[in-house]
């Protein structure tokens, strides 16, 4: 091995040292048996000074037991993200690469149905990579790198991506994720290219026949909501015919599938002018130059918005709430529950005899069973009964792992006024 390939700095010559100890306290081993990756720094007993940010360290049980090997976060209340179970495993570059390989693996078949050609390739902690997620779009895949074991690996990921994705053009990064903050790494705007060309200002990807518009440096997380791909399409299934109001709509990629499914009309509202102006791009695209006879864009506060439309004495044959994350933390459910009724009661109320709500929380501190009660007693308030017609999740490029339920955020509901 030439000289040069370990002396390179944080590489191969650093991963090969004896590894850092973490103790836990004891009892706390318990969490990390069940397989779940979060070791908070409240469970540990003894940690030596100065371990480097990301790098491995061996994690053992108040009785010296080894648990496994994770990585290390000294600025994170979650002092470290678990690798690997496996005692006989300690992580290094060909485990991270062969996650890499099995989670785009995972993808395969999604893409290969052709359905659309974006998709979740890495979902963090849920494909064992914790604090790694990367979406693919049209060949060009944004990541983002959330926590400091990811940001170690970064150099083997995008090796890895370049090495196991068929077509892949290129690797990019958006740094400008809040979480990164809270591991002591940098925070920076717009997208910064690791490997290949560097992508269009937009990325063209399709979801069946609707065309949309990618801003991989200013759009939001990565540029898309790729986790609503199914809520699409069963929204899309209920449109024909129907005038739709689809709230919330950021580059209008519900409202243009209700359109793309034959709805009368849609009217797409957002706060952001920047999304708003996104969407009348997508919706020409997929509808071609006179889109503007079936569709209209409001900018506008949600919230407003649905008071302006029960006062002008309004009807709408579909309504979607696909609002932002009303809580960050367990501690904000009951004001994100308030925030909740308070458009679902709006929206039900101005749904004509028969009418459909598709309403959606993306708050991972709001359980189903909460967000079910929050919108039936929105019903209560607003005297009408409604049928469950379909239930919606993030789709399956998202996967949760079991012992990893923070993974699971996404919920939707169909309702169908009776
Ligand atoms: N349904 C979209 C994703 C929605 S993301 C899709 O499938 O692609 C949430 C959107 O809500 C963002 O575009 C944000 O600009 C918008 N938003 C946040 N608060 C708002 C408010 N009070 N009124 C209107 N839009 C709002």
Redesign the pocket.
Known sequence: MPSTYASRKGFSGERKDRLEKIELKAGREKSVLRRHPWIFSGAIASATDGIGSGSTVEVVSAKGECLGYGSFSPASQIRVRMLSFDRGRVPDASLVSERIALAAARREALLSAGYSNAARLVNAESDGLPGLVVDLYAGHAVAQFTSAGAEYWKGTIVEALMANLRGIRSVSERADVDARRKEGLDFKEGLHLLAGEEPPELIEIHEGAVKLFVDPRKG?KTG??LD?RA??RTVGSFAKGRTVL?????????GIHAAAAGAAHVTQ????SD?LALGRRNAEATLGPGYGEKMDFAE??????LRWCRDSGKRFGMI?L???KFAESKSQVLKAARGYKDINLLAMKLLEPGGILAT?S?SGAMTEDLFLKVVAEAAEDAKRDFQIAARTGQDADHPVSLAFPEGLYLKGLVLRAV
């Open positions: 939001h898309f909501y609503q809520a699409r689809n709230c919330f709509s950021y580059t209008g990629g519900f509202v957002d706060v952001s999304a506008a506060d949600v919230f407003k918005h979607i696909d609002p932002p959606f993306c």
